[in-house]
T-cell receptor, first 111, second 114 residues
Framework: DAKTTQPPSMDCAEGRAANLPCNHS???????VYWYRQIHSQGPQYIIH???NNETNEMASLIITEDRKSSTLILPHATLRDTAVYYC????????????FGTGTRLTIIP | NAGVTQTPKFRVLKTGQSMTLLCAQD?????MYWYRQDPGMGLRLIHY???????AKGEVPDGYNVSRLKKQNFLLGLESAAPSQTSVYFC?????????????FGPGTRLTVL
């Protein structure tokens, strides 16, 4: 699995859009980008994933650059409940079911 | 639909004691996983299972054993607990999708080994 690089921490004002970057310059053609988050002491929660097109669901949007070497997770209207550690994970889909969690980005939403 | 549940939520052991952590899922998922998370670190995969009766080693399997006798249950055993196994243990499950796969996690078990 490709390695990812994320900033260790970020702050965002409540009500604003939170933009969390992730670099994955060694991603290969069949690897997807997944985002999970972990709210304090709870199990990780799936947010969104994508291959090369931008994706949106009820939680967030995922923007993947054309060369697929980086992506951005967007929480459109951050609330205090979005304070969590966010993990960007690159993972293949055939024969390897491992999710490799790094240290993620600790996002703090400021009231 | 309870999702993924873990038993117990907390446990304190003495060095050398044994215990079993139980993970159950009601989503009919084929894949199940055990992770550990140490303070300030991401999750690390201990063992996983791709179906009933099968198990495989993850990144940090030493000191643990697992069993998947029923599709809905995945057991993690510590035969002789050590202080280095103090951690939070998370179980997860997923279905084997055609191209993509997402994992659903349980609430975790906090284990302290004295």
């Amino acid at each position: 699995d490709a390695k990812t690089t994320q900033p260790p921490s970020m702050d965002c004002a409540e009500g604003r859009a939170a933009n969390l970057p992730c670099n994955h310059s060694t991603i290969s053609g069949n690897e997807y980008v997944y985002w999970y988050r972990q709210i304090h002491s709870q199990g990780p929660q799936y947010i969104i994933h994508g291959l090369k097109n931008n994706e949106t669901n009820e939680m967030a949007s995922l923007i993947i650059t054309e060369d697929r070497k980086s992506s951005t997770l967007i929480l459109p209207h951050a609330t205090l409940r979005d304070t969590a550690v966010y993990y960007c994970i690159v993972r293949g889909n055939f024969g390897n079911e491992k999710l490799t969690f790094g240290t993620g980005t600790r996002l703090t939403i400021i009231p | 639909n309870a999702g993924v549940t873990q038993t117990p939520k907390f446990r304190v052991l003495k060095t050398g004691q044994s215990m079993t952590l139980l993970c159950a899922q009601d989503m009919n998922h084929e894949y199940m996983y055990w992770y550990r998370q140490d303070p300030g670190m991401g999750l690390r995969l201990i063992h996983y299972s791709v179906g009933e009766g099968t198990t495989a080693k993850g990144e940090v399997p030493d000191g643990y054993n697992v069993s998947r006798l029923k599709k809905q249950n995945f057991l993690l055993g510590l035969e002789s607990a050590a202080p280095s196994q103090t951690s939070v243990y998370f179980c997860a499950s997923s279905s084997q999708g055609l191209r993509t796969d997402t994992q659903y996690f349980g609430p975790g078990t906090r284990l302290t080994v004295l």
